[in-house]
């Protein structure tokens, strides 16, 4: 860490279709700060799953690297 401080953000997906919308604009604003990586998160419970994907997916459009959380709570072995 001496050497090198890494920078990261972490967003946790939105809860509405206008989030959703206005959320690449919102990447691409962090991104000029230069970013590690981008994480996303679930929701509490791990809801939002299908939008945690839908993140990460305009994450790395933005020309960052996307990393997910990802949880066992409400997932079964056939939808994981």
Excluded: R, W
Aim: charged share 20%.
């Amino acid at each position: 860490m001496k050497e090198k401080m890494l920078l990261s953000f972490e967003l946790f997906p939105p809860k509405t279709d206008k989030g959703m919308e206005n959320l690449p604009g919102t990447i691409e604003h962090l991104c000029e700060y230069k970013p590690e990586y981008t994480s996303c998160t679930y929701g509490a419970g791990g809801t939002n799953v299908g939008k945690n994907m839908d993140v990460c997916k305009m994450i790395q459009a933005a020309g960052t690297t996307p990393v997910t959380h990802f949880t066992c709570i409400g997932n079964t072995a056939d939808n994981s």
